[in-house]
Protein backbone atom coordinates (compact mmCIF):
# COMPACT_ATOMS: atom_id res chain seq x y z
CA UNK A 1 0.00 0.00 0.00
CA UNK A 2 3.07 2.49 0.87
CA UNK A 3 4.62 1.90 -2.70
CA UNK A 4 1.27 2.38 -4.31
CA UNK A 5 0.52 6.06 -2.91
CA UNK A 6 3.96 6.88 -3.04
CA UNK A 7 4.23 5.95 -6.83
CA UNK A 8 0.77 7.63 -7.34
CA UNK A 9 1.36 10.84 -5.76
CA UNK A 10 4.74 11.42 -6.59
CA UNK A 11 5.04 9.72 -9.92
CA UNK A 12 1.99 9.19 -11.97
CA UNK A 13 -0.82 11.47 -10.79
CA UNK A 14 2.12 14.18 -11.48
CA UNK A 15 2.50 13.24 -14.90
CA UNK A 16 -0.68 12.69 -16.31
CA UNK A 17 -1.71 16.31 -14.82
CA UNK A 18 0.76 17.57 -16.88
CA UNK A 19 0.09 15.54 -19.65
CA UNK A 20 -3.76 16.23 -19.80
CA UNK A 21 -3.70 20.05 -18.85
CA UNK A 22 -1.09 20.23 -21.29
CA UNK A 23 -3.01 18.56 -24.20
CA UNK A 24 -5.92 21.10 -23.10
CA UNK A 25 -3.69 24.06 -23.48
CA UNK A 26 -0.66 23.52 -25.52
CA UNK A 27 0.60 27.07 -24.83
CA UNK A 28 1.26 26.29 -21.36
CA UNK A 29 4.64 26.01 -20.59
CA UNK A 30 5.69 22.49 -19.21
CA UNK A 31 7.76 23.82 -16.41
CA UNK A 32 4.61 25.76 -14.90
CA UNK A 33 2.86 22.81 -15.20
CA UNK A 34 5.33 20.77 -13.14
CA UNK A 35 5.74 22.81 -10.14
CA UNK A 36 1.87 23.46 -10.38
CA UNK A 37 1.38 19.61 -10.52
CA UNK A 38 4.29 18.31 -8.32
CA UNK A 39 3.43 20.27 -5.59
CA UNK A 40 -0.17 19.43 -5.24
CA UNK A 41 0.31 16.22 -5.78
CA UNK A 42 3.82 15.05 -4.65
CA UNK A 43 3.54 17.87 -1.80
CA UNK A 44 0.14 18.75 -0.68
CA UNK A 45 -1.61 15.43 -1.23
CA UNK A 46 1.55 12.75 -0.15
CA UNK A 47 2.39 15.24 3.14
CA UNK A 48 -1.25 15.22 3.79
CA UNK A 49 -1.76 11.54 3.67
CA UNK A 50 1.72 10.85 5.17
CA UNK A 51 0.80 13.22 8.16
CA UNK A 52 -2.39 11.81 9.05
CA UNK A 53 -0.80 9.14 8.98
CA UNK A 54 1.59 9.78 11.57
CA UNK A 55 -0.61 11.51 14.02
CA UNK A 56 -3.34 8.61 13.70
CA UNK A 57 -0.72 5.69 13.66
CA UNK A 58 2.63 7.05 14.23
CA UNK A 59 3.76 3.39 14.85
CA UNK A 60 4.32 2.95 11.09
CA UNK A 61 6.62 5.73 10.68
CA UNK A 62 8.44 4.85 13.91
CA UNK A 63 8.90 1.60 13.02
CA UNK A 64 9.36 1.51 9.43
CA UNK A 65 10.96 3.99 8.28
CA UNK A 66 13.25 5.36 11.42
CA UNK A 67 13.60 1.52 13.34
CA UNK A 68 12.62 3.13 16.43
CA UNK A 69 10.90 0.13 18.58
CA UNK A 70 9.98 2.41 21.52
CA UNK A 71 6.84 3.79 22.48
CA UNK A 72 8.55 7.13 23.43
CA UNK A 73 9.52 8.29 20.04
CA UNK A 74 5.46 8.24 19.09
CA UNK A 75 4.72 11.54 20.17
CA UNK A 76 7.62 12.81 18.12
CA UNK A 77 6.30 11.08 15.14
CA UNK A 78 2.97 12.29 15.73
CA UNK A 79 4.44 15.82 15.65
CA UNK A 80 6.07 15.14 12.50
CA UNK A 81 2.89 14.27 11.77
CA UNK A 82 1.56 17.70 12.02
CA UNK A 83 3.98 19.40 10.64
CA UNK A 84 3.53 17.34 7.11
CA UNK A 85 -0.58 17.82 7.45
CA UNK A 86 0.29 21.62 7.79
CA UNK A 87 2.62 21.47 4.70
CA UNK A 88 0.51 19.44 2.52
CA UNK A 89 -2.62 21.74 3.13
CA UNK A 90 -0.42 24.96 1.75
CA UNK A 91 0.67 22.38 -1.17
CA UNK A 92 -3.06 21.42 -1.74
CA UNK A 93 -4.39 24.98 -1.57
CA UNK A 94 -1.65 26.16 -4.45
CA UNK A 95 -4.59 24.72 -6.47
CA UNK A 96 -6.10 27.55 -6.01
CA UNK A 97 -3.81 30.47 -4.89
CA UNK A 98 -0.81 29.55 -7.99
CA UNK A 99 0.99 32.12 -5.89
CA UNK A 100 1.72 29.60 -3.21
CA UNK A 101 3.56 27.22 -5.45
CA UNK A 102 7.21 28.76 -5.37
CA UNK A 103 7.40 28.66 -1.74
CA UNK A 104 5.85 25.45 -1.51
CA UNK A 105 8.62 24.24 -3.85
CA UNK A 106 11.14 25.94 -1.62
CA UNK A 107 9.99 24.49 1.61
CA UNK A 108 9.17 20.89 0.28
CA UNK A 109 12.63 20.91 -1.75
CA UNK A 110 14.46 21.53 1.46
CA UNK A 111 12.47 19.25 3.90
CA UNK A 112 12.53 16.50 0.73
CA UNK A 113 16.33 16.86 0.09
CA UNK A 114 17.39 16.69 3.68
CA UNK A 115 14.90 13.69 4.46
CA UNK A 116 16.34 11.88 1.52
CA UNK A 117 19.90 12.40 2.25
CA UNK A 118 19.36 11.45 5.87
CA UNK A 119 18.13 8.06 4.30
CA UNK A 120 20.79 7.65 2.16
CA UNK A 121 23.30 7.74 5.06
CA UNK A 122 21.60 5.11 6.62
CA UNK A 123 23.00 1.45 6.15
CA UNK A 124 20.80 -1.53 5.88
CA UNK A 125 18.05 0.01 4.56
CA UNK A 126 14.93 -2.04 4.25
CA UNK A 127 12.03 -1.62 1.58
CA UNK A 128 9.89 1.32 3.14
CA UNK A 129 13.14 3.26 3.81
CA UNK A 130 14.36 2.50 0.03
CA UNK A 131 11.55 3.71 -1.32
CA UNK A 132 11.24 6.87 0.71
CA UNK A 133 14.39 7.51 -0.17
CA UNK A 134 14.23 7.48 -3.75
CA UNK A 135 10.89 9.61 -3.66
CA UNK A 136 12.53 12.27 -1.52
CA UNK A 137 15.52 12.52 -3.37
CA UNK A 138 13.39 12.44 -6.99
CA UNK A 139 11.11 15.36 -5.33
CA UNK A 140 13.85 17.28 -3.89
CA UNK A 141 15.49 17.72 -7.80
CA UNK A 142 12.17 17.79 -9.38
CA UNK A 143 11.32 20.44 -7.13
CA UNK A 144 14.89 22.33 -7.27
CA UNK A 145 14.35 22.39 -11.02
CA UNK A 146 11.12 23.82 -10.97
CA UNK A 147 12.72 26.68 -8.33
CA UNK A 148 16.01 27.24 -10.53
CA UNK A 149 13.85 27.87 -13.66
CA UNK A 150 11.28 30.51 -11.65
CA UNK A 151 14.73 31.77 -10.62
CA UNK A 152 16.25 32.29 -13.98
CA UNK A 153 13.01 33.02 -15.71
CA UNK A 154 13.10 30.00 -17.93
Not at 133 to 144: E, G, N, P, T, Y
Request: glycine share 8%; charged share 10%; hydrophobic share 60%.
Amino acid sequence: MYLAVVALTMFLLPAVSIFLEHAANPGTALMLLAGRWFVFWGVGVRLALAGLRQVFQPAFTAKEIFHMTSEEALPLVRELGVANVASGVVGLLSIAFPSFVLPVAISAGIFYGVAGIRHLAERGRLRNETIAMVSDLFMAAILAVYVASCWTGR
